[in-house]
């Protein structure tokens, strides 16, 4: 809820041309309009200040920053869920697992530096693909603490959202830490054509609000079908 009233604030602040300086309407304001509580609408606001859209004056308000005429679509700083990056591209993008398991930290020595683990600690690995139609358009390998979970995830929580499925366990990733760099899938996940491009992967060790990391995530992008924007500031 607190992303859809984030993106329905940026939009708003597009569709109104506002400019940097502007003001942007009130909590309470927003909770009207919308008819969610204080706290999901903080959270859309915060949301708001970390893409750097608005700017909290203490006293005053909430303001638009130049950032804000910046349209990007899907940039690459944002934080969200393959899915929901999927269907803003305008895909109706299928969840395909292809395997899950329990492993111990050690087999994953990338994953275990970033989660902060012993290597005799168990992580629960999921492999999946997201596919919209006849196409391939990501492979994802997301690694998880077993310690944060309550048991080994069956049923739909393989096939929702690791982003859901952490929220609920009490450990929602809000941010990340990520790497980009061009890369071929790994051996054996595909065949054909698709398995011999080169994909966009990235990296990331996902945090929770108070910035212990919860997921380590890699997510292969078919480059020739999905790009990433940015600004620089």
Known sequence: MAEQIRDAVSNDIRARGLKAGDRIPTEAELCAAFGVSRPTVREALRLLEQERLIVTEHGRGRFVTAAAALHVARPITAYESITRMLVSLGHDPKTRVLSSRIALAASDPQAALALGLAPGAEVFVLERLREAGEEVLVYTQDVIPMALLAGRPVGADLTGSVNELLARAGHKPVMSSANVAAAFLPAGVLQGPANDEP??????????????????????????LISFNFTRQ
């Open 199 to 224: 994909w966009l992967l990235v990296s990331e060790t996902c945090l929770s609000d108070n910035g212990i990391p919860v997921l380590y995530a890699r997510d292969y992008h078919r480059g020739s």
